[in-house]
Nanobody, 125 residues
């Protein structure tokens, strides 16, 4: 089992940047691929980005491609989501998640085994 804790959210102006962190504890972080999802008020949770256990492959939602970068540092048991050129429509609670599908960059939320509690990102116009 692994526990995930997100941090780094906050209020930022449009065009600004934030870096979210996902600290893992418990079972070895490198035993999981990792994903980021987000949920805006009144909307369903949506896929943002995913990365394989080694970091060799990544996958992004079209809405964030070219602006967001997912990465991980297995030695630090931490995953990251760098968000640049933020837009008001990026406002949401952001969640990190871990999946036992090590070699896949999974976009389906149902394929993730563990979730963090979320961190709020608010982008003002």
């Amino acid at each position: 089992q692994v526990q995930l804790v997100e941090s780094g959210g906050g209020l930022v102006q449009a065009g600004g940047s934030l870096r979210l962190s996902c600290a893992a504890s418990g079972r070895t972080f490198s035993s999981y691929s990792m994903g980021w999802f987000r949920q805006a008020p009144g909307k369903e949770r949506e896929f943002v980005a995913a990365i394989t256990w080694s970091g060799a492959r990544t996958n992004y939602a079209d809405s964030v491609k070219g602006r967001f970068t997912i990465s991980r540092d297995n030695a630090k048991n931490t995953g990251y989501l760098r968000m640049n050129s933020l837009k008001p429509e990026d406002t949401a609670v952001y969640y990190c998640a871990a999946s036992s599908l090590l070699y896949q960059t999974v976009a389906r939320s149902s394929s993730y085994d563990y979730w963090g509690q979320g961190t709020q990102v608010t982008v003002s116009s």
